[in-house]
């Protein structure tokens, strides 16, 4: 009996796997389906806020300027890696790229590939507990941040923080380690998809703000390599198509 034992833990084990992907797969099919190729109704460089304009602390002015007058003198190494090291633009910013993404839902997870630079972002909207968590407990501040989904009906209700305060909102407005970026992603129509970012950061602004970010579904297609740096080294900017 002692040596049969090693079987039925492997039996047991396939069937508890079976049972989560079916479970996985059922919840998926329950959750609306973003996935496509995607693009911006309308490209731009700024998050514009829907109502005003962005509320900053007399901190986050002073920083604001500072890029601002960085820009006008062409030293975007100071303020914008982006610009000049091909860094991840980080979120939202990621979310104003002028080319194409796409989104693909595997197992609770939406993973947005981007055509600039072949730029990753990932939600994780699964169920999984913190320890088991794939996508990093958030230790270490990066580019993109930490994001943790849910659905709310049709909507995609994604919450990312510990973003790294080398990245940008824009083309020039900063935040702290401590902002928090509340997204509610939702289909509109078939071809409309809507991005409504709220942003969180008491150092640098007054109050919480929305901006509202759409796109356009595009034909399923391959994207083209695209390398970044090699723009920059042919003295081409690093958004091509702002």
Known sequence: MIKSRPRHCAVLAGVLVAAGLAASAAAQAATPNLEGVWKIATPTKTLKPVKGTVPFTEEGRKQYDENKRLQAKGDYDDYDITLTRCNSPGTPRLM??????KIWQRFGVLTFDFEWNR???????SNLPPKDDFMGAGLVPTMTGTSKGHWEGNTLVAETTNISDRTLLDDLVPHTLDMKVTEHIRLLDHNTLQDRITIEDPAYFTRPWDAVVTYKRQPAALFAEDVCLDR???????FPSQ
Not at 119 to 125: E, F, G, K, M, W
Not at 232 to 238: T, V, Y
């Open 119 to 125: 730029a990753l972002r990932q939600i994780n909207a």
């Open 96 to 101: 104003l790229t002028p080319e194409r993404f």
């Open 232 to 238: 920059l080294q042919a003295h081409q900017p690093a």
